[in-house]
Structure formats: structure tokens, C-alpha cells
């Protein structure tokens, strides 16, 4: 009689694999946020003011979720931030992140166990070879510097491996996994804009696998069936999110593609900084330097030495090569997988189109130290393939260990090296820093810093004041200061869906007329209250000039 699948159990392999990722997790958040490091990135402190203002504001509602940044980690956030003591040290924004990279270790390790193994309990080279992936994803510094804070790479990476999950159980026969892959999908499409590109593989693979199941899956008794019903749930379920961002973004809005086109995107921005001497980044309208550049940027994710980094490459490459080569095999031999079972490794690949489509066409930025012009900004997005890295060097293990032509001493010496080899490549990032750490010293110290001091004068005002205050670029001196979010008339505080402005708007009446909305009112050169403000002789109380940011003035308005 065949064994209940491995995969479908709380084994105590699994168990054991949760709390050795809980203890990483907890003690790895400790040093951070002992160094003062959980809210260096200014998109951090952004993600835990917008889950803040939906309840803290002079304007609450769902509305104040905005738009571009998708909602659900700003939703999973709201039930820590309630706690003002956790929303002004970040420590609510980190717990998503935290669970999600602990669920996201079990994913790894659950992916590349069934994948390697039928639907009986793994040997000891499948459970070697999960470990291994297990290992090399939680062990990866950048990703345990990411977990650690509000930021959302931890959350997706870990919708991202479930949804892969499922869909490998459901290559392998288990019709209902298909419903559970379609939630995460639904899910990882309201996290990151790179679960759209996702969903849209996993379901065109889905309905290909199922409409030529009989040449594509392994030979089963009874075959492998599922029904049509069961497949348009799945897409169903899976276009929902998608359908509901674009329905919010059109009734909100009056643009259903407001957060790809409107004035807050990427593509906007790009074009505001576009000139003369900034004619655009590397890789735009350039797909092939736009894909290296990505690589790039997940092998400075992986290690710090450039040879470390080109030996990841080629052992992934190796993997891939391996996986593949088994997938064209029309029959297993005793131990291994049956063909087509290693399909759903190769959606871990999905994010090497994605983004370089998105940064060659969409307007999003990649550089990196090692190539011009040698800085750091969106490095982080290389951690997207950190699941393929993983799983790669996991199918290497396990061909070592199944390979009959090397001596059982020779296996082991593989394996061993290996396990060296990724011991070595983290090693040199935690020599120096993560890459994602360093982005974020990089390009947000400056802003860290008047954020800080104008966070100083802030706390001196009277505690039931009102202000006045763009705060898209600076609400960390607000968090900072500890002051609610609903003393502050901000750009949020009026009806968006009355373009260009509002005029029965609070921000709009505020900006108007100052001294008679807000007792104190909050300037940074060249901002809409800077332009509202400047020739209505308000006391200046304070100017505020840190090197790199605009200056920042804090008046009297009354």
C-alpha cells in the first residue's frame, strides 16, 4: 500500500526546519533592530504610514491604501500598528515580514522534497537535497536582513515557493492542491506586481498541462484527470485580485491603470528625472542589458566575490540543465522522479522575464556597485531568484547522491563542497554587509538624517496641535516624533477621485488658507505646501539643512 504523501504532512522534519527558521528570524530582527536598522529604508517607514493612516487619519478608510504600492502587506500590517509603541520603532511592520520568511523556508523545503520524490516517503538523498535548499534560501543574509523589516520581498518570496508548491502537487496528481495554488496566486497578485507575470505562467502551464495531460505527466492508474470546473475555479480565483486592483485603481482613480501611468509609477518618475544629463537608466529599451543587469544584481545577492558569484551562475545553470533532462525522460528509473514532476521548478525562473521586461520597458531601475554607475538602488529585486538558486544546487546534491558512477566516498565529497562552496559565498557577504543593507545606508542616510532632526523639533509642539504637511516624502519624522497621523492635514486627506484636486478637499482648503486648518505647518523646498506658503509671512521657527535633501522649514500658523 502506497504512503500518504510526504509533502502533505507537519512532519517532524518540517517542525524541526520551523523553529530553527523562527530562532534565525528572531535573533536576526534582535540585531537589527538593536543597530537601528529595521527602518533604514524610506519605503519601509512609507509601507507602515500607509497601514497606519487607514485607521489614523483626519480621513480613515480603505481609501488611504492609495494606490501604485499594492495592499495586502499594508493590510497584514494594520493589526500591529495599532500599538503606537510598535508603529513609531517599526516592530509591526517587521512581523509579517518574519512569519512570512519562516513559511517561505517550510515552502523551499516542501517544494524541492516532492519534487524529487514520488508520492511515498523521500530517501535520504531527497531529504539531503531539501535541507539543502531549505539552508541556502534562510542562510542567505540579504534575505534575512529583508525579513527583518516592513519591507515586502520576505512576503512575496514565500506566496511565491507556496504557490509553486501547489502547483507541483497538482503536476503529480492532486487535483485539489490546484484550488490552493490559485489562493496563494490570488494573494502573491496583491503583494508585488511581479505575482501577475506569476499567475498568468502558473495558470497558462495549468490549462496546457491538463489539456495534454496524457503526453505531458507521468503514466499513472487511474490517469491523471482533472476537470474543467476545477480548472476555471482556479483561473477564477486566480484573476480575481488582479480584476479587484484594477476596478479599485478605476473607481478610485478614474483610471484603472493609474498605478502603471499616473503620477506617483514608475514610469512617471522616471520621466521627471529624465534630461539632458540624466538620459535614463541602463537596460531602458535594451531587454538584454536589462536581463543582465538583474542577474547581476541576484548574483550580488548570493555572494560578494565575483568568481563566487559566476561559479552560482554556472551550478545553476548545471541544475537547470539537470532538471530539464530528466523532464525529457519518458520513464523514471527506481528512486528518482517521475517525468514532469520537476516542471514547476522551472516557474522559479519567472522572475528573469518579469523584470526584464519591467526594466527595460516599464521604468524601473536596477544598478548596482559593480557596473555603472556604480551605486545601489533596487538591488534587492535580484533576491527574487534566490528560490531557483536554491533549488538548483538542491538537484545537484541529489544527483551527486544518486549518481552510481561515483564511489560513495566521492558523493559525499561533493555534497560536502558544495555546502562549502554556499558556506564561502555567504561568508563574504557577511564580511562587509548584505547588498541590501548597503542600498539601503546608500540612498536613504541623508533622508534619515533630517527626518531625524525635524522629528527633534516636532516632539517640542504642544501635543493637541494641528499640522500641516506634505508627507509622501517625510512621514518618518512624523513616526518618529510619535505624533498621530490624525493631527496632520496631508495630501491624503481628500476625495481622489476628483481629479486634478478637490475643492471641497481638507488639503485643498488647508493649502488655501493655512493659519485658519493648522497651528503649525511643516515646508520642504519645492513641495505643494513650500509653494502654498512661501509668500503668506507665516513665523519661521526653525530651518532645517541637512546635504543632499531639500531644506525643510517649520512654521508657526497661528
Known sequence: MKNAPPSSRWDSEVRLLAWLATCVSVFSFLFYFQRGDVLLYGDAVAHLNIARRVFDSKTPGLLQLGTVWLPLPHVLMIPFLISDEMWRRGVGGSIPSMVAYVFGVIGMFRLVRGALSRDVEPDGAVRVAAWTAALVYAANPNLIYMQATAMGEALYLALFLWAVVYFSEFVRGDAKALTKCGWCLAAACLTR??????????????????????????????????????????VLITAAAPSLWLAYNGIVYRNPLEFANGPYSAKAIERRTQGASNP???????????????????????????????????????????????????????????????????????????????????????????????????????????????????????????????????????????????????????????????????????????????????????????????????????????????????????????????????????????????????????????????????????????????????????
Request: glycine letters at 6%; aromatic letters at 10%.
Open 193 to 234: 506586481y511581479d505575482g501577475w507575470f506569476l499567475a498568468a505562467a502558473i495558470a497558462a502551464s495549468a490549462v496546457l498541462l491538463t489539456l495534454f495531460s496524457s503526453n505531458v505527466i507521468a503514466q499513472r492508474v487511474p490517469p491523471f484527470r482533472v476537470s474543467r470546473a476545477a480548472v476555471v475555479k482556479f
Open 280 to 558: 535614463g537608466h541602463p537596460g531602458s529599451g535594451d531587454p538584454l542589458l536589462a536581463g543582465m543587469y538583474f542577474l547581476k544584481s541576484a548574483e550580488a545577492n548570493l555572494a560578494e566575490n565575483e568568481w563566487l558569484q559566476r561559479a552560482w551562475v554556472l551550478l545553476a545553470v548545471v541544475g537547470m540543465a539537470v532538471a530539464a533532462l530528466n523532464y525529457r525522460r519518458k520513464s523514471s528509473v527506481a528512486g528518482s522522479s517521475p517525468p514532469g514532476a520537476w516542471v514547476p521548478l522551472f516557474v522559479l525562473l519567472v522572475p528573469v522575464p518579469f523584470y526584464t521586461l519591467s526594466v527595460a520597458y516599464g521604468g524601473v531601475p536596477v544598478f548596482i556597485p559593480a557596473w555603472w554607475p556604480f551605486t545601489h538602488y533596487n538591488v534587492r529585486y535580484g533576491l527574487q531568484l534566490l528560490p531557483a538558486f536554491a533549488a538548483a544546487l538542491a538537484i545537484l546534491v541529489h544527483l551527486a547522491l544518486r549518481s552510481e558512477r561515483l564511489l560513495p566516498r566521492l558523493r559525499t565529497v561533493c555534497v560536502v563542497g558544495i555546502l562549502a562552496f554556499v558556506t564561502a559565498s555567504y561568508a563574504s557577504i557577511w564580511r562587509t554587509a548584505p547588498v541590501s543593507l548597503k542600498e539601503a545606508q546608500v540612498n536613504m542616510g541623508t533622508r534619515n538624517q533630517l527626518e531625524t532632526q525635524l522629528a527633534i523639533w516636532l516632539q517640542k509642539l504642544p501635543p493637541d496641535s494641528t499640522l500641516l504637511m506634505y508627507v509622501g516624502d517625510h512621514v518618518g519624522a512624523l513616526q518618529q516624533a510619535g505624533i498621530p497621523l490624525k493631527r496632520v492635514i496631508n495630501e491624503g486627506n481628500h476625495r481622489t477621485w476628483r481629479q486634478p484636486a478637490d475643492p471641497e478637499g481638507l488639503w485643498e482648503h488647508a493649502l488655501a488658507d493655512p493659519a485658519h486648518y493648522a497651528d503649525y505647518v511643516i515646508a520642504f523646498e519645492g513641495d505643494s505646501v513650500w509653494q502654498a506658503v512661501r509668500d503668506r509671512h507665516l513665523s519661521e521657527l526653525v530651518e532645517i539643512h541637512v546635504t543632499g535633501q531639500a531644506r525643510a522649514i517649520l512654521y508657526r500658523a497661528r
